[in-house]
């Protein structure tokens, strides 16, 4: 128990003035609190408000994307094959490479045939089988053959060979056999 003789006027009123300046501070810890907390709800909306619209907008990509690749996959592709555009992307490749081409030569007359992927027909096609002959170093021709595995047209590598030309610095003569397909004009 307090005592009797700290409930003088004066300690009564220390006590009132300390309550209210508690009750003050206590205010003022509370505004501060909730004016920080009002600001960062506020900012989780507006981020929240963000995603929702990157999501959408996401969305909306992906969905073009699909537009565009169901589109391209119907469209007919954009190389329909041929020695003409065979011997210039081959001639490009070899370049990059720093493989020298002396000679693309068609070798006989094409062959017409019915080309099937899988159960999938893909029409008509003339099978142009093409000489390529050239030097360069082993290294690069071994990168130029890489990029026949996978060529973006349709060709198939039938056969090759490859003798030295200079064992000092490893260059290399190379003679491929290839077939190369173009679609069959609808006459």
């Not at 009750?23 to 960062?40: D, N, P, Q, R």
Request: proline share 4%; hydrophobic share 40%.
């Amino acid at each position: 128990m307090i005592s009797a003789k700290y409930y003088t006027p004066e300690n009564v009123d220390r006590a009132g003035k300390a309550r209210i300046g508690a009750g003050v501070v206590a205010l003022i810890i509370c505004g501060y609190l909730i004016a920080t907390s009002a600001i960062s709800m506020r900012e989780i909306w507006s981020a929240n408000k963000a995603l929702r619209k990157e999501k959408s907008a996401v969305i909306s990509i992906k969905r073009d994307a699909d537009i565009k690749r169901n589109r391209d996959a119907s469209e007919p592709l954009a190389s329909m094959g041929g020695v003409e555009s065979f011997a210039l992307a081959f001639t490009c490749w070899a370049k990059l490479d720093g493989v020298s081409v002396e000679s693309i030569v068609p070798e006989g007359p094409p062959a017409a045939s019915q080309i099937t992927l899988g159960k999938v027909k893909l029409g008509s096609w003339n099978a142009n089988k093409v000489r390529v002959r050239g030097n360069g170093e082993f290294t690069s021709l071994t990168r130029l053959l890489e990029k026949l595995r996978n060529p973006g047209m349709p060709i198939q590598l039938d056969s090759f060979s490859i003798e030295s030309a200079d064992s000092r610095i490893g260059k290399v003569n190379y003679n491929l056999l290839l077939t190369v397909y173009e679609k069959a004009s609808a006459s």
